[in-house]
């Protein structure tokens, strides 16, 4: 049973450039969120993916959006990348009957 | 608005010490409170969860603890390991706000043989 996977492992991209990034959930699992992980910072919510909609959004601004596909995987898409988006990208993926999170080994994305 | 404080940042140990980390959460519709262990450049793994109908959990030399009251939970760890050493979240979430976990700042736990 595959769990949760994300790609690319690590991104490195220019200021003002945009970048996607993907994630599979695990198996059963239809409820995809993406976090946000700066350095020694515990992830930060940017939001969630059920049913193919955003279902819930933390304080990001609108530069990042999302997609969720009918196989359940996601997308993470970030335009006009800042120096501050250099930070580990964390999907996680639930189900509506079960709270216990998954998350996936992340995306290390360096904005330079 | 929504909140985990998480103490202490840091913390080290003797191996076979118990060490102790603690969480406050603001929301107090939270009721589900999971603990993630994550070692240098991988995944959050999650070790323990609590559910807000129990007041303690344990899995062998992990427990967690829970007083909904003061909204503060905790994680212990008995008999401590070198392997125990990285760095853990405590985090928090609201079943009426689609399960999304808010963590807490991390504590770096370093277990010296």
């Known amino acids: 049973d595959a769990g949760v996977t994300q790609s690319p492992t690590h991104l490195i991209k220019t200021r003002g450039q945009q970048v996607t990034l993907r994630c599979s959930p695990k198996?059963?699992?239809?409820?995809v969120s993406w976090y946000q992980q700066a350095l020694g910072q515990g992830p930060q919510f940017i939001f969630q993916?059920?049913?193919?909609?955003?279902?819930q959004r933390g304080n990001f601004p609108d530069r990042f959006s999302g997609h969720q596909f009918p196989n359940y995987s996601s997308e993470l898409n970030v335009n006009a990348l800042l120096l501050g988006d250099s930070a580990l990208y964390l999907c996680?993926?639930?189900?509506?009957?079960?709270?216990?999170?998954?998350f996936g080994q992340g995306t290390r994305l360096t904005v330079v | 608005g929504e909140n985990v404080e998480q103490h202490p940042s840091t913390l080290s140990v003797q191996e076979g010490d118990s060490a102790v980390i603690k969480c406050t959460y603001s929301?107090?519709?939270?009721?589900?409170f999971p603990w993630y262990k994550q070692e240098l450049g991988k995944r959050p793994q999650l070790i323990i969860d609590?559910?807000?109908?129990?007041g303690e959990k344990k899995d062998q030399r992990i427990a967690v603890t829970l007083n909904k009251t003061a909204k503060h939970f905790s994680l212990h760890i008995t008999e401590t390991q070198p392997e125990d050493s990285a760095v853990y979240f405590c985090?928090?979430?609201?079943?009426?706000?689609?399960?999304?976990?808010?963590f807490g700042t991390g504590t770096r736990l370093q277990v010296f043989p």
């Open positions: 996680a993926s639930t189900t509506t009957l079960n709270t216990e999170a998954f």
């Open positions: 198996s059963g699992h239809d409820t």
């Open positions: 993916y059920y049913e193919e909609e955003e279902r």
């Open positions: 929301d107090s519709a939270s009721n589900y």
């Open positions: 609590i559910r807000s109908n129990v």
């Open positions: 985090a928090a979430s609201n079943p009426h706000n689609t399960d999304k976990l808010i």
